[in-house]
């Protein structure tokens, strides 16, 4: 089987706008996206999951396989996860689809899908998860900009805020991680 390097780096070449990054984000990364996510409780779904790197350090802090659903647009990443992570729910559509594939009361997304600098994705993809998390459901997201991905007047009209979990200088780009909540009044 090659490697996730070499299967990520030709579907980079391939779709470059939708993959978006040069490499698998590190584990480093993996670790602080998935912060806490052991304390979590109903169904997790990751969104552009790639080759994995996310989804197996949630499996690897306890979350049962069932308890996963992944959400990505690529049928060659989605062929990997499946041989990788017997199991977990594989989905092959858009992250944007996530209120028709019959989940609720998320307890979290975690996102690997490009948001930044893309305000439609950023209203369908963010604020169509918020929709079927549970009140204090956490939408956790990767970013290669120092600053939040979502723009605060974004945040504002979506009802929600969002806050630096923090920098992984480990990483090809350096990546942040931010995490985002309902704003409740
Ligand atoms: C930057 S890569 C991140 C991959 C992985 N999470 C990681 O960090 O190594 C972005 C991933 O999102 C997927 N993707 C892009 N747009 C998507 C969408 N609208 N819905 C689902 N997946 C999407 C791409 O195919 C790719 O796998």
Request: proline share 9%.
């Amino acid at each position: 089987m090659a490697s996730d390097f070499t299967v990520f780096l030709g579907e980079m070449m391939r779709n470059p706008f939708e993959v978006s990054a040069i490499a698998p984000s590190s584990a480093a990364v993996a670790r602080k996206m998935t912060e806490g996510v052991e304390h979590v409780t109903g169904p997790i779904v990751e969104i552009g999951p790639g080759t994995g790197s996310f989804t197996k350090e949630i499996l690897r802090r306890g979350v049962s396989p069932d308890r996963l659903i992944l959400m990505e647009l690529n049928p060659r990443f989605c062929d990997e996860l499946r041989q990788k992570f017997p199991g977990v729910h594989v989905i092959n559509r858009p992250a944007q689809d996530i209120e028709q594939i019959g989940v609720e009361n998320l307890g979290c997304v975690i996102s690997g899908v490009p948001v930044l600098a893309r305000p439609q994705i950023q209203k369908e993809v963010v604020g169509r998860a918020f929709n079927v998390l549970a009140p204090e459901g956490i939408f956790v997201q990767i970013t290669y900009s120092p600053n939040a991905p979502i723009p605060e007047d974004v945040q504002a009209r979506m009802g929600i805020t969002g806050t630096k979990r923090g920098t992984v200088w480990a990483n090809l780009p350096p990546a942040r991680v931010f995490e985002f909540r309902r704003k409740f009044q």
